[in-house]
């Protein structure tokens, strides 16, 4: 991955002499060809932004200028193309704000919607500013004339260059980060074996009854954890290692049938 290779590289500069890996890999370093894009889409962010300014300065010119509103009819008309000209420049502002924000330009699919929303924008105030009741002044006629071509040259640099997002630096941080983890795993501190049930601390019966550890597999207990100790007794009770021989009576003696005793009666 990315911060893979930077880090290697990092590493061989160590072993040179150079400056640790662990004080370089701190920070994302773009490679020249993404530095030249982030630039050239600054660039064109701060025109966009311009172009908006210049189109809300239009509505505010379409504002003052109401000397043909007659009726209620048209001054309807002259305040809602004046608010549409606010309206619409606030939006593309906006948007020029927002692909700032790490959310959308780490992200390539918010990053390529907002870039394609905000080249709609862009070439509809191109087409918007020209004309209309704000050229009735020959200034602000050329205003719009120029505000509309900047607005298109925007928005069709805003189309090219929808997918050159920061996303190479969110994977640089995310493998960063996976790294990061995967050493804490390994050689870390506060994930240790201590986490884990010791064997020392099993309950005294897993002792008594368990399998050694050390003993053999092999053997007469081998194959009866529960049984004794092969040095202890042998013949008729290594075959019952639960207690009295098999041959002996129980308590009273065995019950007869047809004695008229009780079960288990002397």
């Not at 959310?103 to 004309?131: D, P, Q, T």
């Not at 240790?192 to 099993?202: G, I, N, Q």
């Not at 597999?217 to 290692?241: I, L, V």
Request: hydrophobic share 40%; net charge negative.
């Amino acid at each position: 991955g990315t911060f893979a290779a930077q880090h290697s590289s990092m590493a061989d500069k160590a072993d040179e002499g150079g400056v640790p890996p662990a004080a370089e890999a701190e920070t994302y370093q773009a490679s020249p060809c993404a530095v030249r894009i982030k630039t050239i889409r600054s660039i064109f962010q701060v025109l966009g932004a311009l172009v908006c300014i210049l189109f809300i300065a239009q509505g505010g010119a379409s504002f003052a200028h109401h000397e043909d509103v007659d009726d209620f009819w048209q001054g309807c008309r002259w305040f809602a193309e004046g608010c549409l000209y606010v309206a619409v420049g606030g939006c593309g502002v906006i948007f020029e704000m927002r692909v700032c924000f790490p959310r959308v330009r780490l992200h390539l699919h918010a990053f390529v919607a907002n870039r394609l929303v905000a080249a709609v924008i862009y070439l509809w105030i191109g087409c918007f500013s020209m004309g209309g009741r704000i050229a009735l002044s020959d200034a602000w006629e050329v205003v719009g004339r120029v505000t509309g071509i900047l607005a298109w040259i925007v928005g069709v640099v805003d189309i090219i260059m929808c997918s050159c997002s920061d996303r190479s630096e969110r994977l640089f941080n995310e493998e960063k980060r996976d790294l990061e983890l995967s050493n804490v795993v390994t050689e870390g501190d506060d994930v240790t074996p201590r986490d884990w049930p010791a064997a020392a601390s099993r309950p005294p019966s897993a002792v008594k009854y368990g399998v050694s550890p050390t003993s053999s597999a092999s053997g007469a207990d081998g194959g009866n954890p529960f049984g004794e100790r092969a040095s202890g007794k042998s013949g008729a009770n290594a075959a019952n290692p639960f207690g009295e021989p098999a041959s002996g009576a129980p308590p009273g003696g065995w019950a007869a049938a047809g004695t008229g005793k009780p079960f288990g009666a002397g």
